[in-house]
């Protein structure tokens, strides 16, 4: 199954995690970037939980959108971490608060799912 929505949000999310921080202009913030990213890794488990939706044909909430999210959201941290050339840094906290955006997002895909 293609998935071109869960792409173009892995791409973004590639390009946003990888771009030098100068270019986005973070170099102030200090936990606030935590909300983009709670929003972008809850914005890439939607899709995933969108697009398998809209194949089934019912709301489809489903485990590996969130495993998905998990794994994407710590190759991206080891890859600022070592492959930025030091314009990037690896950070747990960010890590979890990629995972709590996922787990919330899949917790309301399931809450919408019991009343529709």
């Known amino acids: ?11 973004v999310i590639a390009v946003l995690s990888l771009m030098p ?43 590996w959108a969130v495993v998905l999210s998990f794994v994407y959201g710590g190759l991206m941290e080891i890859l600022q971490a070592y492959c930025t050339n030091g314009n990037r840094s690896g950070d747990w906290l960010d ?13 309301l895909a399931w809450i919408i799912r019991l009343f529709v």
């Open 1 to 11: 199954m293609v998935y071109p929505l869960t792409i173009l949000v892995l791409i």
């Open 95 to 107: 890590f979890i608060a990629n995972d709590i955006g996922a787990i919330i997002v899949y917790c």
């Open 21 to 63: 921080v100068q270019e986005l202009h973070l170099e102030g913030m200090t936990l606030s970037d935590k909300w983009a990213h709670s929003l972008m890794y809850g914005g890439l488990t939607a899709a995933v939980i969108l697009e398998r939706s809209v194949k089934k044909k019912k709301i489809a909430p489903t485990l």
